[in-house]
């Protein structure tokens, strides 16, 4: 079964809220990863299948949660 990933807008990912993405149908197929630009980082969900498609980019208000999780998940299981 194909999952429906939301459609790009002008040739771009939608932003989305975290609570958008929870509830989500597609985002058991997603993994949450971080990107570099020009003016700085920005989180966002990738397909699990083709880890270089973005599905969607989170809203910049989002950006120091999930820093935090990705930062605390390196020093918990990168000392592992």
């Given at each position: ?8 807008v002008?040739?771009?990912?939608p932003?989305i ?7 989500a ?23 699990i299948?083709?880890?270089d498609e ?23 299981y990168?000392?592992?």
């Amino acid at each position: 079964m194909s999952v429906k990933f939301p459609d790009y807008v002008d040739d771009k990912p939608p932003v989305i809220s975290l609570f958008q993405y929870d509830s989500a149908e597609w985002a058991k197929e997603t993994a949450v990863d971080v990107k570099e630009s020009e003016s700085g980082k920005y989180f966002v969900a990738v397909n699990i299948q083709k880890p270089d498609e973005v599905v969607a980019r989170f809203e910049d208000i989002a950006t120091p949660l999930l820093q935090k999780v990705f930062t605390d998940a390196h020093q918990t299981y990168g000392e592992k």
